[in-house]
């Protein structure tokens, strides 16, 4: 279960584009484990963890483009969330029993650095690319 939106800090809205609503429930609500919110015959509200992604039926608008981080293709444009990391640990397991290709299997990146967090990135079944991430120690979110 997701947490409930924030009520100390701003809420983001994001809607990403699918071409099979079916596939993003079972992707959004079954894998990943999101709430579903209102709906309509072309798009889908989700709690992205306290905020709302909305799957919209479209058509893409741009091909994807990589930037190297770490000494690996980053996938842009993409969206995801901070997870606390145990929760990160559990998602990629459950990703991978779901058998979910990672575009960047999950790692540690920038060990004993400012900013060292687990990430790992893939793809809805749209081809949305995704990072999910976990930071020890939350304060070095935006560290330099």
Not at 91 to 115: C, D, H, N, Q, S
Not at 121 to 135: R, V
Request: with cysteine.
């Amino acid at each position: 279960m997701t947490a409930a939106r924030p009520t100390t800090r701003p809420c983001f809205h994001l809607a990403v584009p699918v071409d099979d609503l079916a596939k993003a429930r079972a992707f959004y609500g079954d894998v990943l484990g999101l709430e579903e919110g209102r709906s309509a015959d072309l798009w889908v509200d989700w709690n992205f963890y306290g905020h709302q992604v909305v799957t919209h039926v479209a058509e893409r608008a741009a091909a994807p483009a990589h930037n190297p981080v770490d000494g690996h293709d980053v996938p842009v444009p993409h969206f995801g969330a901070v997870l606390e990391v145990e929760a990160f640990h559990a998602l990629a397991e459950k990703l991978r029993a779901a058998g979910t290709a990672f575009v960047i299997e999950p790692y540690l990146r920038f060990a004993g650095e400012p900013g060292e967090q687990w990430t790992m990135f893939f793809h809805d079944p749209a081809g949305n690319a995704m990072e999910i991430k976990a930071f020890r120690d939350e304060a070095q979110i935006f560290a330099k």
